[in-house]
């Protein structure tokens, strides 16, 4: 489970890393990326992403904030990386406060 938890996180935080700033990203890439992170995410049990469920909001939230000029609210991309965050979305994708008043 652990090697699970660690590949999910590195994957989140690479996207995270790779649409900051961005102008454009390929819309098929964003589209395997997310359905890997959905897949991976799914595959943790409930019990263990309870640890790690704020600091993903915060990840996949800033990554959501980037893309949303990119893509618009109502992407298939922006929708699947919604559905792994539980609390408030960041407020921009530079917001790397701790808490989020859940």
Not at 37 to 45: E, F, R, S, V
Not at 60 to 74: K, V
Request: proline share 4%; glycine share 10%; charged share 20%.
């Amino acid at each position: 489970m652990y090697k699970q938890i660690y590949e999910f996180a590195a994957s989140a935080g690479a996207l995270e890393g790779y649409v900051y700033g961005k102008e454009t990203v390929s819309q098929q890439a964003m589209a395997k990326w997310c359905n890997n992170l959905l897949n991976a995410y799914g595959q943790i049990p409930p019990e263990a992403r309870q640890q790690f469920q704020t600091s993903c909001d915060g990840t996949l939230g800033r990554a959501i904030r980037s893309l949303l000029p990119l893509l618009g609210e109502h992407h298939e991309s922006i929708g699947k990386l919604r559905s792994m965050i539980v609390g408030q979305l960041p407020s921009s994708a530079d917001d790397f406060r701790k808490d989020r008043g859940m």
